[in-house]
């Protein structure tokens, strides 16, 4: 048994006992559910609102919106309210047709000034939507619009399937809280905080939806998990401490995501003295080594932290699209090799001069801080996890529990564990190219290598989605180059969560898609096929 096992395994029973109940005993209490109404709790209240130009539906269904396009259940990319799209020879013109059929909820007609007006306020507001790409979108007919590009983007298919169009007519600065869309459903009641109340669009243009009305609860993860024993709640998503649980008259989906955790590196040393534009320090001198960052991607063991931190829920994640078909395999590395870890130390110039075993070089101790949010269990357990696996070999991690608040003016000179994972591949683009680097959360850790940069320049510019595959596995790891542990390590990514929802055994919600990252409401992709099977 490795040496850091015994305290590993005594960080996560001792957050086990802060987090799980006792086991479920079977419970008598009915579902209140049926085909006119369920209740979910499943967190994913947006504090912006429902506007998808400011950024609502990225990491799932906009529900109250159509999308020109979207993913089923194999992440395939399919119609909805477009029937067909072309993309010129320059690729910067991309001509879809719209149905003809497609009303918004207030019974006014969906039209191709709808999505044109939708494309462009997207690109105006700057907002969570990035289409910065578009030059202009106008509508060439009725139910026919062009979307025309500064350059072209194999990505920019991933505008077409997440962003929802919104109504011409009735878009304005209250929208966010009463949105007006295409969807299958159509918003009744918000209140903030605490529910929102959701029915049938009688105008959906698809198959009517089989469930008339869904009542989002939003409670943090212990309610949610109390809502679904007591039969108050059909659908309730819960951390992977709780699905090892029971709860009589419900089933356990274990849905696969590509919602990873991982660490985050500030790249540059702190002894340079850059500044974010807002004024906060940029660089680590630990962690701007290289020795540092492989050592540490190589003596994680990333099995131990799925079966001991997410219960089996999980799986090892060695880069930010482990499972993706746009995903390296020769990027992945055999981890959990300590031995190997403090080799790549010592031939770094990294050993311990003074005996206290935190290793040093040049009078540099190896010794970080790693921040994750406080009110999150699982990036907890994860962090202390880690840092003891790192100790080991004699690197030194500080946890600390912050609020994103402490956390983002931090988060360039510190070691951050971040969760990101998205069907979009202008994640992989946002993580790692230069000129992300900006201040925010995308490329933190201000990595820069211009190889790199010019091969995901090659991907985002790639005729096509599936032609640009080559390129963003490239970025990965090709041989000799790549981001990933072989390469610069930027990173040490280290699970994969798989989402786990108790459902009722009455609720047949089909075959759920890989899901992206955890907000908003992932789970509903498919809402409009869920029906209840019980009378």
Known sequence: MPRWS???????????????????????????GSKEQIVLAIGGESEEGYDPTLGWGRYGSPLFQSTLLRRDENLKIVNDLAERYEVSEDRKVWTVKIREDAKFSDGKPLTAEDVAYTFNKAAESAGLTDISVLDRAVATGSYEVELRLKEPQSTFVNRLITLGIVPKHAHNENYARNPIG???????????????????????YGEKPKIERLVFLFTEEDAAFAAAKSGQAQVAAVPQSLAVQKINGM?????????????????????????????????????????????INYAIDRKALVEGVLEGYGSSAYGPVTGLAWEEPD???????????????????????????????NGLKAEFTILYPSNDSTRQALALSAAEMIKNIGIQANVEGKSWDEIKPRMHNNVILFGWGSHDQTEIYNLYHSSSAQGDFNNAGYYANQEIDKTLDLAMGAPSEEEAIAFWQAAQWEGQTGFTTKGDATWAWLVNLHHT???????????????PHGHGWPITSNIADWKWVCN
């Not at 029973?13 to 006792?22: D, K, V």
């Not at 929802?501 to 899901?515: A, M, R």
């Open 6 to 32: 015994l305290g590993f395994l005594l960080i996560v029973q001792m957050l086990a006992a802060c987090s799980n109940p006792q086991t479920t005993e079977s419970s008598n209490i009915q579902s209140s």
């Open 182 to 204: 295409s969807g299958p459903y159509k918003l009744v009641q918000w209140n903030e905080g605490q529910q929102l109340i959701v029915e049938a669009n009688p105008e959906y």
């Open 251 to 295: 089933k356990l989906y274990d849905v696969k995501s590509v919602d990873n955790r991982g660490l985050m590196f500030p790249y540059v040393p702190a002894s340079e003295g850059k500044k974010t534009p807002q004024g906060d320090p940029i660089g680590n001198d630990v962690t701007a080594d290289l020795a540092i960052r492989q050592a």
């Open 331 to 361: 990027a992945n590395i055999q981890d959990a090799q300590p031995e190997k870890a403090r080799q790549i130390l010592t031939e770094g110039g990294w050993k311990d001069s003074d005996g206290d075993r935190i290793v040093d070089k």
């Open 501 to 515: 929802y108790f459902v009722s055994e009455c609720l047949d919600i089909g075959n759920p898609q890989v899901e």
